[in-house]
């Protein structure tokens, strides 16, 4: 017989709510209840990769569990773990397995850009009420035709409104430094141009996730000084190992642990969730199956608390 409590729906989105304030009148997260000395944010899987997969959302909450995580980044986007349009249904019952489980929901990613993105207010009431205050921005694309400072300028007053949403519902959205991909450039990638882009917005509002795998590809060691320059508007820390050449790697084949970033972070108090992404090839060549994911899912997370500890 399971020893979790049995909630009914309206009592489980009545307690999220009393959660959700208590957040919000202390804080984006506050400050850990364990001694002082102890550096151990709460570590969130970004869950796409559960979805490639195909599990349901009944046995990602399993896998999350079983895996020994903190609880999920979800990502709630167009074909992927929630369908915006179903937001208001599968994201409460989602973070209800969760919580059945031991585990939360953490975070948010979806493909919001401005207050009229499609769901955008649905998708960030349905996780303030569930406790979520982070989520994270759509990709800035930069067009071939345009420049870092012309697309700066054109986004600038899209981010000015969707502030005014976030401040209005306790909310802080976080944009992603991610290196250019394919054919594809990203806005941000180069941390020069994030801190133009999110400079003049209050750090509440508006944040940085920020990425030091994609910072390792696009500017190596020089990442530091770009991390210090956007430290007072860093919201959470991405996790993925990296070499700079080879891009994505197994966590401890890459550069990730040769660095001093959680050194750099416990110094600074970071309380946020880690969002750990799992993006090189888990399956080693093989097929890609629930068994395969739960194993480099936990051999992951065992590399990224041995690099904790270490801070």
């Not at 079983?66 to 599968?90: H, M, S």
């Not at 649905?122 to 870092?148: C, H, M, N, Q, W």
């Not at 795998?213 to 007072?232: I, N, Q, S």
Request: proline share 5%; aromatic share 8%.
């Amino acid at each position: 017989m399971s020893n979790h409590p049995v909630y009914t729906r309206r009592q489980f989105l009545q307690a999220s709510a009393t959660a959700a304030s208590a957040l919000m009148a202390a804080g984006v997260f506050a400050p850990s209840l364990r001694a002082a000395d102890t550096f151990a944010p709460p570590v969130a899987l970004f869950d796409k990769v559960l979805h490639q997969i195909k599990l349901s959302l009944e046995n990602s909450a399993e896998l999350v569990e079983e895996a020994g995580l903190d609880g999920v980044d979800c990502a709630v986007r167009a074909n992927d773990q929630i369908e915006p349009v179903r937001v208001k249904d599968d994201l409460p019952r989602y973070a209800e397995l969760l919580q059945k489980r031991g585990r939360k929901l953490l975070l948010l990613t979806t493909a919001i850009l401005n207050p009229t993105s499609p769901h955008a207010r649905d998708i960030l009431e349905t996780a303030r009420t569930l406790g979520v205050k982070i989520y994270r921005v759509g990709f800035l694309r930069l067009p071939k035709d345009s420049t870092p400072a012309k697309q700066i300028a054109e986004l600038k007053p899209q981010l000015r409104d969707l502030v005014a949403l976030n401040k209005e519902l306790g909310m802080c959205a976080i944009v992603q430094n991610h290196s250019p991909a394919g054919n594809s450039a990203y806005l941000g990638g180069n941390l020069d141009d994030m801190y133009e882009l999110v400079k003049d917005f209050p750090p509440a509002q508006l944040g940085v996730a920020f990425d030091l795998g994609h910072a390792l590809v696009v500017h190596g060691d020089d990442w530091k000084k770009h991390f210090e320059r956007l430290k007072p508007h860093l919201g959470v820390a991405y996790i993925k190992d990296a070499d700079r050449k080879r891009r994505f790697v197994a966590f401890g084949e890459g550069e990730f642990g040769q660095t001093d970033y959680f050194t750099r972070l416990k110094q600074m108090n970071y309380s946020a969730p880690f969002s750990m992404h799992i993006e090189y090839d888990w399956a080693k060549g093989g097929e890609q199956n629930r068994a395969a994911l739960a194993g480099a899912v936990r051999e992951s997370l065992a590399m990224l608390r041995k690099w904790v500890a270490a801070a």
